[in-house]
């Protein structure tokens, strides 16, 4: 697929997103948010999962490369929102992008639509 960079689009999967900005399928600058599945709590928590991603999802790139990505989302003026800290709320898209006004037309009371 190949995505409008006139457009920002929400990703709906940390380790999926995350790829896609690597391999350059998605670039940083298109990404308003990522809408993850994840249960990251706190600094620990989140180093352990970048590190099994990069076992696992990310094994062909870089520490450097990796990191920027990340960084790019969590300190780059994006929104990181993770369902799953919301008891009994689960993720309500399929699709690994959608458009910022997709979301918004989905998402209604779920997410402070201002975030997005």
């Known amino acids: ?8 689009y929400i990703g709906n999967s940390f380790s999926l997103c995350i790829r896609d900005i690597l391999t350059g399928k998605m670039p940083l600058k298109c990404v308003k ?8 709590s706190n600094f620990n928590e989140l180093y352990c999962v970048i590190e ?3 076992r696992t999802v990310w094994e062909e790139f870089t520490h450097i490369e990796i990191m920027k990505a990340v960084s790019g989302i969590f300190f780059g003026n994006k ?6 800290l919301n008891h009994g ?3 309500l898209f399929r699709a690994k992008w959608v458009t910022v006004k997709e ?3 989905k ?4 997410v402070k639509i201002g975030n997005f």
């Open 52 to 54: 099994e991603y990069k």
């Open 107 to 110: 998402i209604k009371g779920e």
């Open 79 to 84: 929104v990181f929102y993770q369902v799953r």
């Open 103 to 105: 979301f918004k037309g």
């Open 1 to 8: 697929m190949t995505y409008d960079k006139r457009k920002r």
């Open 33 to 40: 948010g990522i809408y993850s599945g994840t249960r990251i």
């Open 89 to 91: 709320k689960t993720k």
